[in-house]
């Protein structure tokens, strides 16, 4: 199970990015999706989150300006930012909460898993 994110950059305060972030592998299903940031010299945060049936949760900070959208088929979760603000910047992380997946053994039986997974993380600077 891998996930692969992308859409990182370089920004003006006000301006928009968009976070796309694909999972791949023999996966059966995922329960909630999300993204997460660390800025320099702090904590991972959460930024938002949807489950496997699409309800949102966002943080304070992010709230109104953020948007975060799956696609259950497709196994992608993405996150459109607007209105950014220098303290947006980080760099953000997608995660995937228990993914369920499938194997084959060597006798060619099939062996579910599950795992959570995380993208490789994109930098996301916004300008003064």
């Known amino acids: 199970v891998q996930l692969q994110a992308s859409g990182g950059g370089l920004v003006q305060a006000g301006g928009s990015l968009r976070l796309p972030c694909v999972a791949s592998?023999?996966?059966?299903?995922?329960?909630?999706m999300g993204w997460y940031r660390q800025a320099l010299g702090k904590q991972r945060e959460l930024v938002a989150l949807v489950t496997s049936g699409g309800s949102p949760t966002y943080a304070d900070s992010v709230s109104g300006r953020f948007t975060i959208s799956r696609d259950n088929a497709k196994k992608t979760v993405d996150l459109q930012m607007n209105s950014l603000k220098p303290e947006d910047t980080g760099v953000y992380y997608c995660h995937a909460d228990r993914v369920t997946y499938y194997t084959m053994t060597p006798t060619s039986e099939y062996v579910m898993g599950a795992t959570d997974a995380w993208g490789q993380g994109t930098q996301v600077t916004v300008s003064s």
């Open positions: 592998g023999r996966i059966l299903s995922i329960d909630n």
